[in-house]
């Protein structure tokens, strides 16, 4: 049957059941003891907003819908064609139930009436002769009002409850542990990388029934590339999972996931968007504890590397403030260079490199600077620990989010003292620049370790000059790539079907360009001098960049 106006109307109203009542729940007001539901019965979960009394015939056209019909049957007195009619016309009118007295002037109730309460939903039920219409209705709408002031006073609670949070020294984890309790559900918070910062879990099955999927399964995934990712109550197999980005000046920072195995109501969803206001507060009052620290050590850092006339005293007492006071250990320095893609920052990058580090040394015990699109670490290995673990570990856990950024690592020799912090700086720096997304240690370097030291010598200038400088010209004037051709061409070790494959050009082309390199530095690329030569212009641009 077509669905009218009025009974999609009567469909819509109020399903969070804040602003109505349930036939059934109008049923159970003590004055109508002893009533019995003659049809209809599917349709006891209809929500009523008004109860109304119909006296007159033209009573009914003038209902708005979502009413508790009660009546004596006077005004269907000797009008049976309306009597029979009356539940359609309900229907029409998005009438929720009909309610007729006893005894009275109705008489009985049809099979056909009955048939068309079962058809409609609408409940047709006998209520007894003495109900008094006046304390039916007063109590009718007193059990509304605390309904909606019930509702009213709840939030208010949960928000008094929440709002305690953001003014006690509470932490990530018991906020998130609070949400879920209040809101009876498994609670998740991701950082703006999915990455999982805090969870508390209190339906296990629940969780269990979509934890392959959270948060890097195919499922969410998918979803990470996007700039916001928001919904309420998607059915995933047999659970529901909602999603409230946590948001901070226009920008999405981080996620709170509520999973479920029912879906979210009205009051716990603005419990939790509450909850993730309070959320962004203390994520934005964390950051700030975190990255101030790290300004801090960056000028400290500066000043130790660009700054050759310091005592000895002042590298000791930053030793000490440090705890690297003790002669055992030594100190290393490392490097990360970023390949940053489009939908992530470098306040992106700098918080996940910052958030490994700290998983293996405290953020008060290393020190921190940058440079361009590189983040430099120095940090003291204590015995027992071994550069290669610790250096692997981080590489690993950073380069988990390459769909991201891409990072390459550089790693500066091991030294005793704080003194020789410009050193690993430049060795790190150097190494770096010699990483294809990989790690390269320092003392690797063969060639390029030994013309470190004479960086700024003119004789090297003009090395690189007459060599690969001449290219670097023609590439800007000509809007060519000879120097990255080249590169890949060593790379890859003087194969031209690879170097062509890599740079997605025909092996033709690429001897064509070997050919100009040749005739624009004078050096073949063919003959052993001419690709010393040619290598050795490439370090010396790397290091002169350096």
Known sequence: MKKNTYRILQEGIDKSGKESLSVK???????LKGYKILGGKNGLHNRCRHITILETPEGINWLEGGEFLATAGYAFNGRDELKQTMIESAYNKGVSAIAIKEGRYFGEVSEKLISDANCYGIPIIKIPYNVVYTEMVSTFYYR?????????????????KLLNLSFVDKDINEIICSLSNISNSNVFLFDRLLKLV??????????NDVSSMIPFGTWEHSLSNNRKISYINKKVKSSYVSIYPVMKNERVIAYVYIVNNRKTEELEQRAIEFGVSIISSRIEKDRFLKFNQPKFKKTLADMLINNRDLPDEFYFNVEKDLGWDKDDGYIVGLCFKSNIFDDTTDDDFNYIVHDEVSKLKDYDSYLVTDNDNSIFVFMKLEPGEYLSEIVNSVFHNINSFKDKFLVSMGVSNTYRTLNNIEKMYNEAHLAVLFSNYNIVYFNSLDTIKLLYPLKNDDEIKKYYEKTIKKLEIYDVTHNANLVETLEAYFRYNMNNKITASKLFIHVETLRYRLNRIMEITGYSPFDSEGIFALQMGIKLMKLIRL
Do not use: Q
Not at 26 to 31: K, T
Not at 144 to 160: D, M, Q
Not at 198 to 207: A, D, E, G, R
């Open 198 to 207: 805090s969870k508390s879990i209190i339906n296990m099955p629940c969780y």
């Open 25 to 31: 729940e109008v049923l159970d007001l003590s004055m």
């Open 144 to 160: 509304l009002f605390y309904r909606k002031n019930e509702y009213i006073l709840n939030l208010n609670n949960i928000y008094k």
